[in-house]
């Protein structure tokens, strides 16, 4: 099953973007700050979802995290 329709796997892509693209901004912020329109500006707002966000995003991994280990 592709995991666009299977939304567990959905929310773990998302959950996977958004960390990535703030890892990605924290280490080298001149690529993913340079493109904040168009189809590369959602690298640019999963990373912004992820500064300003973190405490929620950290509980949502751990809640993916507990849920696939209980699956």
Wanted: proline share 3%.
């Amino acid at each position: 099953m592709s995991a666009l329709f299977n939304f567990q796997s959905l929310l773990l892509v998302l959950l996977l973007l958004i960390c990535t693209c703030t890892y990605v901004r924290g280490t080298m912020p001149s690529i993913v700050d340079r493109n904040k329109e168009g189809f590369l500006g959602l690298f640019w707002k999963c990373a912004r979802i992820g500064e300003r966000l973190s405490p929620y995003v950290s509980l949502a991994c751990v809640a993916m995290a507990v849920s696939i280990l209980m699956s």
